[in-house]
């Protein structure tokens, strides 16, 4: 870990509160359950943030979403090898892998293959691609403790990570999900939640530009539901986005400082 690595102190980011009170959230028939780590239904974790993580990287990117702990390293704009064919586009390479004790459950993680799939798909769309022909960025996301909403987490970071080592981005990329609890939508869920959930809806964006870059839905909704889902996505991606920015202007005030 770098010393001299900026950070920011844990951020709240969670959307506009509804005036309207909502019932408790239940667990098997338990209407007396509230959250487990007893936030609102529609209260995000406190998110941390932090610069310059790995010294050895070009960029990089550390964040720790309540027992959600994610660390990412960005490698290059570096020559593609010679078998690729030539582009005007430079390529970008994810990877997301699970430490052997990221869950109390050895293995019990998600797909890593198909998580590396969705964070390219993620990040691709807000990447400058056209600023480093026949170059590769490789951006290598690790997730040392899995406490839920992981792949949100990992594509905040990654995005961070990326913007770190000065690769040119049309905008930042945020990423919330929402779970489907019976009648409640509970957001930014945590392991315990999502091992109960009913479906799931995940969206990154550029907040800045206010563009999905991705959207994933697991799960039966109704159009009603997927729009509740989405606006809150969509107003705690906008606030996650400023805690971000503030990130980075912090590195950037240490750095001119030192």
Same mark, same amino acid.
């Given at each position: 870990?770098? #010393?001299?690595?900026? !950070?920011? $102190?844990? /951020?709240? +980011?969670?959307?506009?509160? *509804?005036? @309207?009170?909502?019932?408790?959230? %239940?667990?098997?028939?338990?209407?007396?359950?509230?959250?487990?780590?007893?936030?609102?239904?529609?209260?995000?974790?406190?998110?941390?943030?932090?610069? #310059?993580?790995?010294? !050895?990287? $070009?960029? /990089?990117? +550390?964040?720790?979403?309540? *027992?959600? @702990?994610?660390?990412?390293?960005? %490698?290059?704009?570096?020559?593609?090898?010679?078998?690729?064919?030539?582009?005007?586009?430079?390529?970008?390479?994810?990877?997301?892998?699970?430490?052997?004790?990221?869950?109390?459950?050895?293995?019990?993680?998600?797909?890593?293959?198909?998580?590396?799939?969705?964070?390219?798909?993620?990040?691709?769309?807000?990447?400058?691609?056209?600023?480093?022909?026949?170059?590769?960025?490789?951006?290598?996301?690790?997730?040392?403790?899995?406490?839920?909403?992981?792949?949100?987490?990992?594509?905040?970071?990654?995005?961070?990570?990326?913007?770190?080592?000065?690769?040119?981005?049309?905008?930042?990329?945020?990423?919330?999900?929402?779970?489907?609890?019976?009648?409640?939508?509970?957001?930014?869920?945590?392991?315990?939640?999502?091992?109960?959930?009913?479906?799931?809806?995940?969206?990154?964006?550029?907040?800045?530009?206010?563009?999905?870059?991705?959207?994933?839905?697991?799960?039966?909704?109704?159009?009603?539901?997927?729009?509740?889902?989405?606006?809150?996505?969509?107003?705690?991606?906008?606030?996650?986005?400023?805690?971000?920015?503030?990130?980075?202007?912090?590195?950037?005030?240490?750095?001119?400082?030192?």
């Amino acid at each position: 870990m770098a #010393g001299g690595a900026s !950070a920011t $102190a844990p /951020s709240t +980011y969670s959307p506009s509160p *509804n005036q @309207k009170k909502k019932p408790p959230l %239940f667990k098997d028939g338990d209407l007396d359950w509230v959250r487990p780590d007893g936030r609102e239904f529609h209260q995000c974790r406190p998110a941390f943030f932090r610069t #310059g993580a790995v010294n !050895a990287a $070009a960029g /990089s990117a +550390y964040a720790e979403f309540g *027992n959600t @702990k994610v660390i990412v390293s960005v %490698f290059g704009p570096r020559e593609s090898k010679k078998a690729m064919m030539y582009s005007d586009m430079g390529r970008l390479n994810c990877n997301v892998s699970y430490t052997t004790f990221a869950t109390a459950v050895r293995g019990q993680v998600l797909d890593q293959k198909e998580s590396s799939s969705m964070l390219h798909k993620a990040l691709e769309g807000a990447i400058r691609l056209e600023t480093f022909p026949k170059t590769t960025v490789d951006v290598f996301a690790l997730v040392l403790e899995s406490g839920g909403s992981d792949l949100p987490v990992v594509i905040s970071c990654a995005s961070l990570a990326l913007a770190d080592a000065g690769i040119m981005l049309y905008d930042l990329v945020t990423a919330v999900s929402v779970s489907c609890l019976g009648p409640n939508l509970v957001i930014d869920p945590i392991s315990e939640e999502e091992s109960y959930q009913d479906g799931s809806l995940m969206i990154t964006c550029m907040p800045s530009r206010y563009e999905v870059t991705q959207l994933t839905i697991t799960g039966e909704w109704s159009s009603a539901r997927i729009n509740e889902a989405m606006q809150l996505c969509l107003d705690a991606c906008s606030k996650l986005g400023k805690v971000m920015r503030s990130c980075l202007k912090e590195a950037a005030s240490a750095s001119e400082e030192s």
